[in-house]
């Protein structure tokens, strides 16, 4: 697992990435390095950023899986994208931004799962992926659901447009990762 994030660098992307989702909707454009804001996570690592009504009900969530760009570029993108391009839901509109609640989830790069018996429920994240078809699940939704290990396998795989038990199948590959997760207070 990548070096824990700094308090002050936690808050200072979930504010990036409040910024990021306001510029795009009042301007239309995004929000640039250097430009509009100065770097704050330059490591480059793979992130999602879920957005939650006030409800709790999710909103949005897209994200990177690998570490293409710097945590701070990604949190901008992905803030925005979860917003406006997630494609079940309606675009998030201005007046309902101030009752989001926003959640990061810093990635570690995935790995193949050597046994499947080793997966932890709350520890590990998943993609599963088998010809065409790929789903991924964080690390923090089968507690969220109280998913045990089997279920958090089956639902990935339907998350994938895959049969549940289709984990147990050649030419299945499932793949783990680990993520840093911290959000606004609810």
């Known amino acids: 697992m990548s070096a824990t994030l700094e308090s002050e660098v936690r808050r200072a992307l979930l504010s990036l990435a ?15 390095k250097g430009k509009d804001y100065e ?44 917003a406006l391009e997630d494609p079940r839901f309606p675009p998030v509109l201005l007046p309902e931004l101030g009752s989001l609640t926003i959640e990061i989830s810093a990635l570690t790069v995935p790995e193949p799962v050597p046994d499947t018996e080793r997966i932890e429920v709350g520890r590990h994240g998943l993609i599963i992926s088998r010809g065409p078809f790929k789903g991924l699940l964080l690390p923090q939704v089968a507690p969220d ?37 911290w959000g606004e207070a609810k």
């Open 18 to 32: 409040r910024r990021s989702i306001e510029h795009r909707l009042r301007t239309g454009r995004a929000l640039l």
């Open 39 to 82: 770097e704050t996570a330059p490591e480059p690592r793979g992130a999602f950023v879920t957005l939650s009504d006030s409800e709790g009900n999710l909103r949005g969530c897209i994200g990177h899986i690998l570490p293409h760009l710097p945590l701070d570029e990604t949190v901008v993108g992905m803030a925005a994208a979860a």
């Open 145 to 181: 659901w109280g998913w045990n290990r089997l279920e958090l396998l089956e639902h990935t795989c339907r998350k994938a447009g895959l049969p549940p038990g289709a984990w147990r199948e050649p030419g299945t590959r499932i793949e783990w990762f680990e993520a840093e997760v």
